[in-house]
C-alpha cells in the first residue's frame, strides 16, 4: 500500500491545530505519543502510522465544527470507528486529523412498529440486536468482528458477514443516515422509510470509507427471529464438487441464512486447534445455516405419519396463509385448479416445497435431468405412496418474499409447459372452432342467396379470411402437436420408476430407471406414471 506523503507544513503547525481543537472538545483531544499509539493503524496491522492528533467529538455539533475548522485550516481528516477494518480504511495520516466517533454510543431510538433502530456512530454492531432481543427482533448484518466494530464503521465500509447471503450487506439494511460534510454542514438522506425517489445517495455514501463524509446518525431496519436456525454441515470429495453443490442450492431458488465454505488445509488446522469433529479427509466442507419458514416442529410428527402409512413423501397442505396478500392467495388458489385440470399428473392443491421424502423418491427426483424445475410437479409424477399433512402457514417472521409477481409469472409457466401440452393444443380448439364457424357462414350466404336476399360486399371477403385462418390454425395445431412430442421427448423421463425388484436376482427394493424412453404421462393420453413392481 502506497500512503500518501506527508505535508511538513501542515506537521509544523501541529500545537496550533491541537490548541484549536481543544476549544471545539475540550475533554477528547488525544496528542500525547502514547495515546496516540493506539490509533497508529486499525486491524490491517501490516501499516503504522502515527496520526498528527485524535480528536473524540461527543455530539454532531462537535463534529461540524470540527470539520469547518480542519477545510478552513487545509488539514486532511480521517474518521475511524472501531479499528476493526482489514481494508485499511481508519489507517491515520501523519499529517490529518483522526477523529474517533467511539463517544458517540447512544442508542436514540427503538421503533417496533416501523422496524427500525436509530443509533449513534458509536454504537456497536451486536449491541443493536441486544437492545432488540428480547422482543424477538435482530440486526442481520453480522461482521466477525461484530462484538467491537461500530456501526459507523459498517456503514464507511459497507460491511457484511455470513448471514449477508440471504440478508444483504449493510447497504441492504439501512434506512438513513444523517452525516456531515467536509465543509461541516449536516445533511439526512433516508429516513425510517427508507431512501426516497431519485439518486440512490444513500448507496453512494455507503462504503465511501469517510470520503463523503462523517456519518452521525444511523437508521437500520431490524428483523424479526425466525424460531428455528438449523445448521448443516456438507463434506465433499473435492473442491469443485463443493462449488457446485452451492451452485445448485442457489440455482433451485434456496437462500440459506449463510453459507461458509472451509478447503481441507484450513479444516485440519481447525480441527487441530479445538477438535470440532469436522469429517477427516474431506477435501472441503461447506456448514449451512437456514432459518426456516415452516414450522419445524412439524418434522417429528411428519415422520411418524410417513412411517404409520408407510408413505414414500409426505407434503404439507397448507390450511391458512397467514401474512399474504388477498391477491396472492387467489392466484394460488386459482393457479392449481387451472394446473389439475390442464394436467394428467396429480398434483394436489394448496400444497408448498414443505415435504419429507424418502431415499428412493429424493433419488426418483434427482434421475430427472430436465432443467426447467416444477418441484411440487416432479414429486407428484414420480409416484410412490405420498400422504399429505395439513399445517397452518405463519406470517413469515423475517425477510421478504423470494416470489415477487414476476417470479410468480415465471413459476406458473414452468409449471403448466412442463406437465401439460394444453397450450399446444389450444391452436387446434381455436382452428375448429373457425371451421365450424366459416361453415355456418357459408350456408348462411348460400341460405341468403336462394331466398333473394341482397348479400353485402364485405361477405365474401370475410368467408375468405375465415377460411384462411382456419387453414392456419389447422397447421399450426399439428405442428404444435409435433413440437409438443420432441418437447416430451427432450426432457428425457424415465418411462417407468420400478419400486422393487423381486426374485431373479435375489435384489429386493431396488430401484431402477428406463429413462430411455418418454413417460407416458407425457403422451397425449397416457397415463402409466405410477412405480410399477
Not at 468482528?145 to 449493510?170: D, F, R
Not at 433516508?190 to 462523517?214: F, I, M, N, P, R
Not at 415477487?404 to 380448439?429: C, V
Request: neutral net charge; hydrophobic residues 45%.
Amino acid at each position: 500500500m502506497l500512503l500518501p506523503p506527508t505535508d511538513s507544513k501542515i506537521v509544523a503547525r501541529r500545537a496550533e491545530i491541537v490548541a484549536a481543537l481543544k476549544d471545539i472538545v475540550p475533554d477528547g483531544v488525544v496528542a500525547d505519543p502514547s495515546g496516540l499509539a493506539t490509533f497508529d493503524s486499525d486491524a490491517l496491522s501490516a501499516y503504522h502510522q502515527m496520526p498528527l492528533v485524535c480528536v473524540l467529538p461527543s455530539n454532531r455539533e462537535q463534529v461540524s465544527a470540527i470539520l469547518k475548522f480542519a477545510q478552513a485550516e487545509g488539514v486532511p481528516i480521517v474518521p475511524r470507528g472501531a479499528g476493526t477494518s482489514l481494508s485499511g480504511g481508519a489507517l491515520p495520516r501523519e499529517d490529518g486529523i483522526l477523529i474517533g466517533m467511539g463517544r458517540m454510543k447512544r442508542i436514540i431510538e427503538i421503533d417496533y412498529e416501523n422496524g427500525c433502530v436509530v443509533v449513534e456512530p458509536g454504537v456497536t454492531n451486536l449491541n443493536i440486536t441486544k437492545a432488540v432481543e428480547a422482543n424477538g427482533f435482530y440486526y442481520a448484518p453480522d461482521p466477525s468482528s461484530q462484538i467491537a466494530c461500530t456501526i459507523g464503521g459498517n456503514v464507511a465500509e459497507n460491511s457484511g458477514g455470513l448471514h449477508c447471503l440471504k440478508y444483504g450487506l449493510t447497504t441492504n439494511n439501512l434506512l438513513g443516515v444523517t452525516f456531515v460534510l467536509p465543509g461541516g454542514e449536516i445533511v439526512t438522506l433516508g429516513g425510517k422509510s427508507g431512501a426516497q425517489g431519485g439518486l440512490d445517495l444513500l448507496g453512494l455514501v455507503t462504503g465511501s470509507e469517510g470520503l463523503l463524509g462523517v456519518v452521525v446518525e444511523v437508521v437500520v431496519k431490524i428483523l424479526r427471529k425466525a424460531p428455528v436456525t438449523r445448521t448443516l454441515l456438507a463434506s465433499f470429495d473435492s473442491v469443485p464438487a463443493a462449488g457446485a453443490c452451492v451452485a445448485a442450492i442457489i440455482a433451485d431458488g434456496v437462500v440459506p441464512a449463510a453459507m461458509e465454505f472451509m478447503d481441507r488445509r484450513a479444516a485440519e488446522a481447525i480441527e487441530s486447534y479445538n477438535q470440532p469433529g469436522y469429517p477427516s479427509g474431506a477435501e472441503a466442507i461447506l456448514i449451512i445455516d437456514a432459518d426456516l419458514q415452516d414450522p419445524p416442529e412439524l418434522l417429528a410428527p411428519m415422520l411418524q405419519a410417513m412411517r404409520e402409512s408407510g408413505a414414500d413423501v409426505v407434503y404439507g397442505v397448507r390450511r391458512s396463509r397467514s401474512g399474504e396478500t388477498a391477491f396472492k392467495r387467489a392466484t394460488a388458489h386459482g393457479f392449481y385448479r387451472l394446473l389439475s385440470r390442464a394436467t394428467e399428473v396429480d398434483i394436489p392443491l394448496d400444497a408448498g416445497d414443505f415435504r419429507l421424502m424418502s431415499r428412493r423418491a429424493l433419488d426418483a427426483l434427482l434421475a430427472m435431468p430436465e432443467q426447467a424445475r416444477f418441484i411440487r410437479g416432479m414429486v407428484a409424477w414420480i409416484g410412490f405412496k405420498q400422504v399429505p399433512f395439513a399445517y397452518d402457514r405463519q406470517t413469515r417472521f423475517a425477510g421478504e418474499t423470494k416470489y415477487p409477481l414476476r417470479k410468480m409469472i415465471r413459476f406458473a409457466l414452468d409449471a403448466l409447459t412442463g406437465f401439460s401440452s394444453a397450450p399446444l393444443k389450444l391452436a387446434s380448439h381455436v382452428g375448429f372452432g373457425l371451421s365450424v364457424g366459416s361453415v355456418l357462414l357459408v350456408l348462411y350466404i348460400a341460405y341468403a342467396w336462394l331466398s333473394g336476399r341482397s348479400i353485402q360486399g364485405w361477405t365474401s371477403l370475410m368467408l375468405i379470411v375465415v377460411i384462411l385462418g382456419a387453414i392456419q390454425m389447422f397447421v399450426l395445431a399439428l405442428m404444435g402437436e409435433y413440437i409438443g412430442r420432441l418437447y416430451n421427448e427432450a426432457k428425457k423421463r424415465p418411462l417407468y420408476i420400478v419400486e422393487e425388484i423381486a426374485g431373479g436376482d435375489g435384489q429386493n427394493a431396488r430401484l431402477g430407471y428406463l429413462a430411455d424412453a418418454t413417460a407416458k404421462s407425457d403422451r397425449p393420453g397416457g397415463k402409466g406414471k405410477r412405480p410399477t413392481k
